[in-house]
């Protein structure tokens, strides 16, 4: 069965330095992966995917991913925290048995970017 | 263009009531997900509807649950005789038939139950 781990529940980093945001899957079948970010009291906003093209992924707000197929990770960075990546962070997997692509959730990881 | 939309924003009622929670997905998007999402917890897959068809049903959490898609667009996720662990924020999302694979999320109805 497909599963995501999202380690660290909260990271904290200062404006201007590095985001890593910690992903591993699990998946019976060549994964798709996403990457959603949630600022509070909305719904979720795709920020990249990888499906099965290059393994560097790169999103939307300087945000990029790289599959390692090797280490089951699909980890998130940023070279240079803003305070308004400040928001909680979603790694899925697309359950691609049955045929319905629903996404499996990590628990999330919530951001606090410190001035 | 129009994202996907919920309704009501905010739903608070007692134990033991229904309640009634809509979607309207993007125009043109066959496929729509309900997920659940508890307080501290991700989200948890509810059901699938292909057209006005539910394929997969398998995260419905029990049988006070249940939700139909009318004119492959709007959907209605009951649920009766609420608990309060039923309590938590009930997110749509729809995709294209011609897929991408991404999912567009509406900006969820937040439920809680007295």
């Known amino acids: 069965a497909q599963s995501v781990t999202q380690l660290g529940s909260h990271v904290s980093v200062s404006e201007g330095a590095l985001v890593l945001l910690r992903c591993n899957y699990s998946s019976s079948v060549p994964p798709y992966l996403f990457w959603y970010v949630q600022y509070p009291n909305q719904g979720l906003q795709l920020l990249l995917k990888y499906t099965s093209a290059a393994t560097l992924v790169k999103g939307i707000n300087g945000f990029e991913a790289e599959f390692k197929k090797s280490e089951t990770s699909f980890h998130l960075t940023k070279p240079s925290a803003h305070m308004s990546d400040a928001a909680e962070y979603f790694c899925?997997?697309?359950?691609?048995?049955?045929?319905?692509?629903?996404?499996?959730f990590g628990k999330g990881t919530k951001l606090t970017v410190n001035p | 263009g129009a994202g996907v939309s919920q309704s009501p924003s905010n739903k608070v009622t007692e134990k033991g009531k229904d309640v009634e929670l809509r979607c309207d997905p993007i125009s043109g998007h066959t496929a729509l997900y309900w997920y659940r999402q508890r307080l501290g917890q991700g989200l948890e897959f509810l059901i699938y509807f292909q057209g006005n068809s539910a394929p997969d049903k398998s995260g419905l959490p029990s049988d006070r649950f249940s939700a139909e898609r009318t004119g492959e667009s709007v959907s209605t996720l009951t649920i009766q005789r609420t608990q309060q662990e039923d309590s938590a924020v009930y997110l749509c999302?729809?995709?294209?038939?011609?897929?991408?694979?991404?999912?567009?999320f509406g900006p969820g109805t937040r439920l809680t139950v007295t």
């Open positions: 999302a729809s995709r294209p038939a011609v897929s991408t694979y991404e999912q567009y």
């Open positions: 899925a997997v697309s359950d691609r048995r049955g045929g319905s692509e629903k996404l499996v």
